[in-house]
């Protein structure tokens, strides 16, 4: 596992309470450190789960004989992250990119990677109190899929991840289009979060203040819109499908208000920028996610990438 956020954390401890014996890199070590005195605490509706002690590592040298790398550090770090875990990684194990937004599939396919990727979406809920403190935000959907046509090892290791993941109490399944899934995950993301950091306020809260609401669905529908030009296929109805999500997870902190309200930097660059910067390209108008990403970015600074 690398990167011991909300999502990394979570996957942490439902790995080791499963039984499969994860290690962990972070790049910061006195978070690490902590980490190792304290271990990883998983909070769930029923209690809270012993700390699962797993090993926490700043030298991506113990990360080296993996046969499974869950990249799950924030998008903008990364290409800092892979630099200091590609060289390490054996030509038969497998890399699985978990983050938001669709800015890593450039990066990764430009990559002259040593072995074998695939990504992840996933709608887990996690929120991260603390260092190594991780609430879980409901259940939720961890799709996985290859990009370019697997190699049979690679391609029995996805299946084998799936397997795993279900093992440890996740919701896990292969998507055969699952640049699509990201997408999707994107236009939702590209509704919710910024507006939930503009509002301060959890995801249901939004279609109840209408203003709100309408940028919303207008931030979706231009987000489909660059998706329906890039040849994505896309749901039938995008912003019905986020007004949905926002009722599903109604009492959810959206992780990008999570980062602000933590200090952390945020994803917006890979969100709302991405939706903007595309548009750029394709020549499309995209007002209400350049006015998102700029009112956001005005609560933080975020990277530029
Ligand atoms: O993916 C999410 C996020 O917070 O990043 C949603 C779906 C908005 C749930 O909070």
Known sequence: MVGPGALGCLLAARLHLAGAGPALLDHDPARAALLNRQGI?????????????????????????????????????????????????????LLLALQNGISHLEILSARKLPCAWALGVSTEGANLQGPGRVRSGGAGLTELG????????????????????????????????????????????????????????????????PAARRAMAAAVREAAAVAAASGINLPDDPVALTEAICRQTATNISSMLQDIRQGRATEI???????????GQLGLATPVNLELLTAAQLHHRSPTR
């Open 269 to 279: 660059m890979a969100i709302n920028g991405e939706i903007v910067r595309r548009a």
């Open 41 to 93: 605490i998983l909070a769930e509706a029923g209690g809270v789960n012993p700390a699962a002690v797993v090993p926490v590592s700043t030298d991506p040298a113990t990360v080296g004989g993996a046969d499974l790398v869950l990249l799950c550090v924030k998008a903008p770090a990364l290409n800092s992250a892979l630099d200091a875990i590609a060289p390490l990684l054996p030509p038969s194990s």
């Open 146 to 209: 290859f990009v370019q046509p697997p190699t049979p090892a690679a391609d029995q290791l996805l299946n084998a991840t799936v397997a795993l993941l279900n093992r440890a109490g996740l919701r896990a399944a292969r998507h055969p289009e699952i640049i699509g899934r990201l997408w999707r995950k994107l236009i939702i993301n590209c509704g919710i979060n910024a507006l939930t950091v503009i509002h301060d306020c959890p995801n249901g809260r939004l279609l109840e203040i």
